[in-house]
């Protein structure tokens, strides 16, 4: 009697398997071999296996692809992205939203671009950032693409050409927020497009959000270079996309929804000979921005419709999610004009940013902005009531919750609840502070504490 030599490296055994498809889970066994699936059944035997892994409260299932990452700097300094892999993503794209380190540390006259361009928008300190930016080694998009065999990566990536990062490459920094590109640039970014395509890139992204700004002086009130980019430029690094069947990975111009229309429109094959492959993800919350939604999720069926032959893909999480910020100092809240400037300044300056806070224009600015469309009977009061605000962001005391708070019974509170007892207290209620440390605090805030922007500012 003979016995067969093991032939699979893996059989993972009775686990409840999720294949991707839709389809109902079910229990099976699942053998590997040279990193693929060899076979799947039940019972399988377990003495072709040079490894047995009890399955049986495990749910099985194909890795996780994670369309839309900025892991591009957290990829250098810890490849194993243990913060994925964990939730069983196995391939990552990189370059998303225009940034990205496709060619490389960029340092020229002076400027400092990937500095410039993640601090704000990652809401990344910059000397955190300036110890990635002097490890990056590579010159080139191909240079960049090959680095990533000598990392010890933990899922695959992949990565598109970063539209910030190409003008800055082609223009300079400082040039490509101030002027056009000339006929000789655009047709060097059309070629890098081209090279970074036969190189192996997914495709191009761009971004339009309005909250993306430069983080270094003198343009801390200056967006990123791809919002500089004309409807022109688009189109034609666009067209080497469509011409090669790559994707384009966008944002939505939520400020501005005719442009956003006419952006959005370039997925189109009747209208530009050939469909572009679109993915417009944006982070916005449903309950704030109800009606804006359905209408660009209807665009988009219109776009793929057989009479405009397009392939966008518009996506948005379907329900409530929660964001961590300290404060106002978030990328998010960069919508706000006031705070925009609060977030201009250096993440370790807080002097500065006590001085803004104690100013009275800015306390004024603040409390306009903060009550934009949530008081009064105005034009952007009715939009904000019908589903389409000018401002997305987040401001309603009673959705905004502690978490890691400077009094501990405070966490897991809203605003709203905390703001409520300093009133109390301020109204001679002694009984509102519920500890001695919370006393301390409500003693701190200004008196009378008239509204919900008065405890912003404070907080």
């Known amino acids: 009697m003979t016995t067969q030599a093991p032939c699979w490296d893996t059989l993972i055994n009775d686990a409840l398997v999720f294949d991707g498809t839709g389809n109902r889970p079910e229990r099976l066994d699942i053998a590997i071999a040279d990193g693929k699936i060899a ?33 591009d700097l957290e990829v250098e300094l810890e490849p194993g992205l243990p913060e994925a892999v964990r939730h069983g993503t196995t391939t990552v794209l990189v370059g998303n939203c225009s940034l990205g380190l496709s060619y490389g540390a960029q340092q020229k006259d002076g400027a400092d671009p990937v500095v410039d361009c993640f601090a704000r928008v990652e809401n990344v300190p910059k000397k955190v950032l300036s110890k990635c930016v002097d490890a990056i080694k590579w010159q080139d998009s191909k240079q960049y693409m090959e680095h990533f065999d000598e990392l010890a990566l933990g899922p695959n990536i992949a990565a598109f050409i970063p539209h910030s990062m190409l003008r800055i490459e082609v223009m300079g920094l400082q040039d490509s927020v101030s002027r056009e590109p000339t006929e000789a640039e655009l047709q060097q970014m059309e070629a890098l497009v081209e090279k970074g395509i036969d190189e192996g890139y997914m495709g191009i992204s761009t971004d339009g959000l309005p909250f993306h700004y430069l983080a270094n002086s003198p343009n801390t009130d200056v967006r990123i270079p791809t919002q500089h980019g004309s409807f022109a430029e688009y189109k034609r690094l666009l067209k080497v996309v469509r011409d090669r069947g790559r994707v384009w990975q966008t944002t939505a111009i939520i400020e501005n929804k005719i442009k956003l229309f006419r952006y959005f429109a370039l997925t189109s094959g009747l209208l530009h000979g050939k469909p572009l492959k679109t993915s417009a993800l944006t982070a916005v919350e449903f309950s704030t921005f109800k009606r804006a939604v359905y209408v660009f999720l209807r665009f988009a069926s219109l776009m793929n419709s057989k009479l405009f032959k397009g392939r966008m893909h518009f996506q948005a999480l379907g329900t409530r999610f929660r964001i961590w910020s300290d404060g106002v100092i978030s990328p998010l809240y960069e919508e706000l004009p006031a705070t925009c400037k609060l977030n201009a300044v250096e993440l370790e300056d807080s002097e500065t940013r006590h001085r803004m806070l104690n100013d ?36 309603e005391p009673e959705r905004l919750v502690f978490d890691g708070a400077p009094v501990t019974e405070w966490n897991g509170e809203t605003f709203l609840q905390v703001m409520q007892r300093v009133q109390r207290y301020q109204h001679g209620y002694a009984n509102a502070a519920r500890s001695d440390a919370e006393r301390d605090a409500f003693e701190r805030f200004p008196d009378p504490m008239v509204d919900d922007a008065d405890f912003m500012l404070h907080m």
């Not at 904000?384 to 401001?395: F, K």
Request: overall charge positive; cysteine-free; aromatic content about 8%.
């Open 360 to 395: 009275p224009d800015f306390i004024e600015e603040f409390r306009h902005d903060w009550y934009l469309g949530r008081r009064g009977w105005t034009l952007s009061t009715l939009k904000a009531r019908i589903g389409v605000p000018d401002m997305n962001v987040v401001r």
């Open 39 to 71: 076979a799947k059944g039940r019972a399988l035997p377990q003495a072709l296996a040079k490894q047995v892994v009890d399955g049986s409260e495990q749910y099985l299932m194909p890795g996780l692809l994670d369309i839309h990452t900025h892991l």
